[in-house]
């Protein structure tokens, strides 16, 4: 097999035992790999409607055709597949560093965990060689701490996977953590890691994915290289400044939500903007494995030095919580990835958890002294690590914003969809955004179909951001684009430069596969699909696919977007149709058979 | 002829020998192109050109109180 190592690792933690099984190759011609051939096997061996924490839930790693294949531009992403204890939904939450690319060099395309030790443990993977050991020196121990036992008692030069209190202690919002600050943030996939007894897998490799056509390699290669590096995106701005150069941007369009999405607009964004970020803070820039980007910072303050902060993370501890100091920010960030939680949906629980307290619905006598006042920096630290160790108040904050808001009984300051917490754009300036939210198959997200590329940064072409007419195309072609690409083991941010044919080519390439852009497109479309009807056997439906109640009734308040309002409710029916679905967005049997869907 | 004075914000790579915030003055219903050519920035620079955080033309007449954002180009996410 050419790109595929055409093995599967099963664990089950349960019973010991571990299995290496063949990679279904005809599957992973329909799904491709990664984020789309994961889901699929796990919606055909896992009950839909099971509960997150149950013992039957199982948890799929997987890397893609793509990733660790060498001089693949960005081949260093991984997914991890779940059902999520945040949304319900089928979760993928995606990483890079270089755990994916490892786990390809010892022989895997994936790795299954099923069922639950009985006490806390981790994996070992050496090429064949795979362990299950004891982790109960480790338990409890943060994530930097974990790693680096884990090097020491393994091989300094393994890469390693792990959660931290805030998995082991099953917060909804917890991460899975790579190569120290990387992270599979999103949808509480850590939690589910953290229910099985599961701190970490560490992975050392010494193979190479072989490939196809190495002169069509070579010559693709060298083209979408220099792509990439003409590109103003690519080449010069996530170089040079890291995603946080988005603040400023976002904010002079009106569109950075502030104080919880109260406003729309942030007085102080110059002071955490990816300008001030390189100025005062930066220590190095840093890449994935095999990335000609490096869009990664390591920023330090005071004797913390770590990775980040990226732009939504900036957003969230900063605006979105009304603080603008960014030493503040990076000590929160770093606090984050120690204890293991996702840094918009932490930072987003605290902006939540701050207007239930301007609100008066939290009082005083439960914060043990700390404040929750918007604006109040010391808060976004301490906040954090009380929520990854479930401290006082933060045994709440850890359900997340929407459970929060429930426990207090206003789940309407929970800016979220379908539970999980939005990023760093408010939704309601910017329409294909806003669609692309509402009926993201994840929840709450950007990174499912970013809008912000044509509607704000002009790229591939410039759109008008308050104008719905169009959007529902626009969000499917991303949609499904995105999908694919989350397939392959490549980075999404490739696709600022890279065209549907510059993935196809890569991947006959690699794989000897014939795709172009239209069959590429088309597995996207596949996948969406399948994780739709995953989705609704789970118990979603249409009332799933909107957006928060200030979002949906309440126009802007402040700045140049002042006054515009969502158009969510014009775009859905549309949106339903362009993708083949019912009126109540269920795939019509047409569309399935259509798609091949089994 | 009658003057106008702009007041201009220049973000990421834009800002090197320039500064965060220039005020550039020109005639009357001046345009963004009088302004980027003031400022010596490359047409092929600007990637996003915003007038009152709303999507501006480089031929666009301006008005004094307006507020011109310039990026070159960036992104993220």
Known sequence: MYGYRGTVLRINLSTGDI????????????????????????ANEVDHKIEPF??????????????????????????????????????????????????????????????????????????????????????????????????????????????????????????????????????????????????AIVVKGSSKPEVADKDKLKEVVKRVNEKIRENGVTGQGLPT????????????????????????????????????????YLVKRVGCYGCPIACGRHCKVDDIESGGPEYETVWGFGADCGVSDLAAVIKANYWCNEVGLDTISASATI??????????????DELDGLSLEFGNAEAVIEWTKRMGLREGLGDKMAEGSYRL????????????????????????????????????????????????????LALPEKLDRFEANGKPEWVKIFQDLTAAIDSTGMCLFTSFAMNADDYADIINAVTGDDYDAASLLATGDRIWNMEKLFNIDSGLGKADDTLPKRLLEEGIVDGPSKGSMSQLDEMLPKYYDVRGWDAEGVPTEAKLAELGIK | MRKMTIKVRLFATLRT????????????????RHIINTLEIPEEEVAILLINGRDGQLDTPLSPEDIVSIFPPVGGG
């Open chain 1, 19 to 42: 299995k290496k099984e063949a990679l279904d190759k005809e599957l992973a011609k329909q799904y491709l790999g990664g984020r789309g051939l994961a889901e699929k096997m796990f």
């Open chain 1, 54 to 199: 149950d013992v039957d839930n199982k948890l799929f790693i997987a890397a893609g055709p793509l990733s660790g294949v060498q001089t693949v531009p960005t081949g260093g992403r991984y997914m991890v597949i779940t059902k999520s204890p945040l949304t319900g939904t089928i979760a993928s939450s995606n990483s890079g560093g270089r755990w994916g690319a490892e786990l390809k060099f010892a022989g895997y395309d994936m790795v299954i965990i099923e069922g639950k030790s009985e006490k806390p443990v981790y994996i070992s993977i050496v090429d064949e060689e795979v362990t299950i050991k004891d982790a109960a020196h480790l338990w409890g121990k943060m994530t930097s701490e974990t790693t680096e036992m884990l090097l020491k008692e393994n091989n300094e030069k393994a890469k390693v996977l792990n959660i931290g209190p805030g998995g082991e202690k099953l917060s909804r919002i917890a991460a899975v953590m790579n190569d120290l600050d990387r992270a599979a943030g999103r949808s509480g996939v850590g939690a589910v890691m953290g229910s099985k007894n599961l701190k």
């Open chain 1, 241 to 280: 400044y890291g995603t946080a150069v988005l603040v400023n941007i976002i904010n002079e369009n009106g569109v950075f939500p502030a104080n919880n999405f109260q406003q729309s607009t942030f007085a102080q964004a110059e002071e955490i903007s990816g300008e001030t970020l390189a100025d005062k």
């Open chain 1, 351 to 364: 902006a939540a958890a701050m207007e239930l307290y301007q609100r008066g619905l939290i009082k005083d």
């Open chain 1, 405 to 456: 808001g429930e426990m207090y009984g206003a789940p309407e300051y929970s800016m979220s969809v379908k539970k999980q917490e939005l990023p760093a754009y408010d939704p309601r300036a910017i329409q294909g955004q806003g669609l692309a939210y509402a009926t993201s198959n994840r929840g709450g997200c950007h990174v499912r179909a970013y809008l912000i590329s044509p509607e704000i």
């Open chain 2, 17 to 32: 020998d320039r500064g965060k915030e220039v005020m550039v003055d020109g005639p009357e219903a001046m345009t963004c």
